[in-house]
């Protein structure tokens, strides 16, 4: 959705050359003119409605006042006003007062004419700085720090004795006071403001001027820093005093006795420049930039004047129309220090805020509704009347419907409704523009629609498992819904008995999109249902899928083997018992040797009448035989296993003897000793084993006939090549006495890391040594 509006800030930056990053509005609160003043400051102004006319002092340093009309063009100069600083105005608007400070004298300037009437002396030393049109006469605050005063100037007259000093001498003031009284009774108005600010306090007196004479009325002290400027309500029944340099909530204090006014406003105040309307608006800056405009009887702003960037309001330099059709703003320019003056029309045009409802989502047929609620903080809206535009590809530039309908709600605002059926699918944006009235400002908003066939969400609540030949229920609904009368799903259940598929009875469709799949599946294992919506005028097609694991029967499986463990290369009987089954009596028999992760299919296959499966296998290493049954419509997979150990093959020898000959039984190899020849005992282990350890026992045949142990080597790491693992021993042949009689093995022994084969013994090796034949 989209929403639109614009305020004096937009109205401002555009005229300043500022670029908004906003969206265009209907049409703008009202144009701001900026006219770069003649002056290297700015001190006031005063705005003359009945001759059209404003005044504007520079302040120190200026030699004359500028005047110019409503819309700021400039109408002349008057000349020969030396560092002109605060302006007022008379009663009937026909006489203008300007304190020149430096010249410690007030001029009276003819407003019909535009010239200077007369000058008043105040006195040598008194610097005038502020005034204020009050009970009959011109008010001033004069002095210097620490000596401030309040004076009068008697309109009737002129000369000395139109002067009076020392008007409040109950007062002390630490410099020349600020001034401020009612706006728009300057002639009937009985009430005058003055303030001045010391270390850090400001000290505000109130006065009862309706005599002539200032009777001071009500007294405070404040605790503040940085008095720039405040103003006396409409009413006169309160002043606005804020805090420079400080962003605070101002209370309005009662000009009866100076205390809070309970039942006043709080407002954001940065008090550098604050102007109250005739008819009670308050513009009052809220920072240095940034100025909003409030109802009398408002805490919340119904408009607001923006600064255009770097630049900041100057003190005192806000002013209305009395009228209030315009407001009068003089800004700095933050780097050059040049004031501008901005007019402002129509700022009591208060701002409409629009709150739009959510863009809409259709199906093709549906109405569009939406919403377009306006607040204001103005003055409530009467009748107010917006126009509704559709805009679709049909209609590029739009096409009118008939206005929404406005519904009051609260007091600051109400809504517009509409409702349309889009003729087709596509995207449409339906414009809303209030035209706004004498009091507020239009606005507009726009909501898009996607007029577009439903997608259907399918949302099946199946449940994880299942009992077969049991009745199942699957509950299920698609989204997006209402859906016609007599709209079905169609469903496919997918098992081992249909991998492709069966079609089940269609499925009728609730109003709301529900539906409840029935079925009492026959196979088990996983049965998956496929519901597929076909689609219909308002939604397109859907699917989505469910499975149910149906349960199934356990069978007997069981594998053996005719040993426990087994000789290298020696070949094992495997057999598989396959128990009840359904449909398939088919087993696989898997070799898998130890330490490997790799398994081998050794037989897959029906079983025999005795629901037996052999096979036979010729065995190198430990190895675990597994067999499988992958399960049938009825019955689940199982898979069992057995594991039988193999010896390694251990290969023992004697090398290099001189002859060989038969004792006891035994084959005996027999050494000469003094040949030269050391006896050399070999040993082999197959399969390769590398690392793994081969001990050597060597035993002498005693007189008793028992075989003892002579010695017992430590590990000989095996190495390895195409036959196997070797070791190679040396006998200690030098203490082998004549003629005795030894034997001779080796003992494969592996550790955790080579799990191969089981542990193996060689076979004896018979030897004796004799003495050589001389």
Known sequence: MKLARLSLVTALA?????????????????????????????????????????????????????VTDLDGNTVATIPSEPGATSLALSADGGTLYAALTSSDAISVIDTDTLTEIVRDDTGSGTRPASLAVAGGRVWFGYGTAGAGAIGSLDVSGAG????????????????????????????????????????????????????????????????????????????????????????????????????????GQERWFYPTAVAVAPDGTVAVSQSADQLPIYRSDNSSSMNWFEGPDFSHFADRGVAWDPDGSRLFVVTIDNVSGKPTLRVAKNPEVALTDGYLSPDRFVKPGEAVTGWFTIVTEGTPFGSPVAHLTRIDPAHPDGIALPDPVYTAGSSAGGYFSFSDTPPSEGKFTYRIDYTGDASHQPASGSI??????????????????????????????????????????????????????????????????????????????????????????????????????????????????????YAYHAQATVTAHLGTTYNSRTVAIYAQRNGSTKKTLVKSGKVDAHGNLVVHYKLTYSTAFSAVFAGDYRYAPATVKVSVGVHAKVTDSLRLYDHSTHIGGHLYRVYLRDAGVAPQFMATVAPVHLGQCVYVTLQRLRSDGQWHTVSTSSCDTLGGDAAGSTVVDNLPWKNMPNKARYRIRAHYVHDSSDPGNLNTYGSWQYLTIVQHPS
Do not use: C
Not at 21 to 35: D, E, F, K, L
């Open 448 to 565: 898009d629609a996607t007029v577009a066939k439903g997608v259907p969400g399918v949302v099946l609540t199946a449940p994880a498992k299942s009992r077969r030949a049991a009745p199942l229920s699957i509950p299920g609904q698609l989204t997006t819904g209402p859906y016609a009368s007599g709209e079905v799903v169609h469903v496919t259940r997918t098992d081992l008995a249909h991998p492709k598929g069966t079609a089940l009875p269609d499925v009728p469709l609730a109003a709301d999109g529900t539906f409840t799949i029935a079925d009492t599946p026959a196979v088990g294992a996983a049965n998956t249902y496929t519901v597929t919506y076909p689609g219909d005028s308002a939604h397109k097609a859907a699917s989505s899928s469910a499975t149910v694991q149906v349960s199934r029967a356990a069978t007997a499986l069981k594998v053996s083997t005719n040993a426990k463990t």
């Open 14 to 66: 555009v005229l300043a050359g500022v670029t908004v990053g906003i969206a265009p509005a209907a049409s703008a609160a009202g144009a701001v003119a900026a006219v770069p003043l003649p002056f290297a400051h700015f001190a006031d102004m005063a705005v003359d409605a009945g001759h059209g006319h404003v005044f504007i002092s520079g302040g120190s340093g200026s030699d004359s006042l500028l």
């Open 160 to 263: 000395p004795d139109a002067v009076a000093l020392d008007q409040d001498p109950a007062g002390t003031w630490a410099g020349a006071p600020l001034l401020a009284t009612r706006p728009g009774q300057v002639g009937s108005s009985g009430v005058l403001v003055a303030g001045a600010q010391g270390a850090d306090a400001a000290d505000f007196a109130v006065f009862d001027v309706s005599s002539g004479a200032a009777e001071r009325t009500a007294s405070t002290t404040l605790a503040m820093t940085g008095l720039a400027q405040f103003a006396v309500t409409a009413d006169g029944k309160d002043v606005l005093i804020g805090r420079l340099g400080q962003q605070l909530t101002t209370s309005d204090y009662r000009t009866s006795d100076l205390a809070i006014d309970p039942d």
